[in-house]
């Protein structure tokens, strides 16, 4: 079947703009997961959707991000005013339960000039 | 806070060779461990999931652990290929939410 799909795939951006990401998640998945690949710094947490509750957004590292999940289904992360240091591959997981294996799409890479 | 390290940063062997990877961490409070697989350039492929009152699991040519009690897991891969080269990167779950990961081991595999 279809796994977690992203888009887009690259993003190149200028210092200030703001961007959306995309993820379609596993048909199905309750769960969805945001996280965040620098170079030399590997992945971290960004914000974590289950089913109808509040997000958790412990892992975003500024108030100009910001992500929203529509119908329990489809989900964008917001940045706002970006900054060259959020250059970075975003990527995006669901699970069909929140303890169980997350399987990951292919992520977007954004390059901020 | 929870730390998780692997080691080697990176590996070479030849082909054929049996190799373990390593990975610790610091709080053994956890739900689950995962091993993934990452190419250069893609997203992450899950490999194994060791749930917390499980000691090892087994796919194909792969071999995964978990002690819990002294903060380590190891990926054992037998008769390694080429294709065996990535990144492996070990991920625990301690609150069933977001996963912390490791750095991971950059693994090369010369025929």
């Known amino acids: 079947g279809a796994g977690v799909s992203q888009s887009p795939s690259n993003k190149v951006t200028e210092k200030g703009k703001d961007v959306e990401l995309r993820c379609d998640p596993i048909s199905g998945h309750t769960a969805l997961y945001w996280y965040r690949q620098s170079l030399g710094q590997g992945l971290e947490f960004l914000i974590y959707f289950q089913g109808n509750s509040a997000p958790d957004k412990s892992g975003l590292p500024s108030d100009r991000f910001s992500a929203e999940r529509t119908g329990g289904s489809v989900s964008t992360l917001t940045i706002q005013r970006t900054q060259q240091e959020d250059s970075a591959v975003y990527l995006c997981?669901?699970?069909?339960?929140?303890?169980?294996?997350?399987?990951f799409g292919p992520g977007t890479r954004l390059t901020v000039l | 806070k929870q730390e998780v390290t692997q080691i080697p940063a990176a590996l070479s062997v030849p082909e054929g060779e049996n190799l373990v990877l390593n990975c610790s961490f610091t709080?053994?409070?956890?739900?689950?461990l995962q091993w993934f697989r990452q190419d250069p350039g893609k997203g992450l492929t899950s490999l194994l999931l060791?749930?917390?009152?499980?000691r090892e699991q087994t796919s194909g040519r792969l071999n995964a652990s978990l002690d819990k009690s002294s903060g380590r897991s190891t990926l054992y891969i037998a008769a390694s290929q080429p294709g065996d080269s990535a990144t492996y990167l070990c991920?625990?779950?301690?609150?069933?939410?977001?996963?912390?990961f490791g750095k991971g081991t950059t693994l090369s595999v010369s025929s």
């Open positions: 709080d053994s409070a956890i739900y689950n």
């Open positions: 991920a625990l779950d301690q609150a069933g939410t977001a996963l912390i």
């Open positions: 060791i749930q917390s009152s499980q």
């Open positions: 997981a669901s699970s069909p339960q929140n303890t169980d294996t997350q399987y």
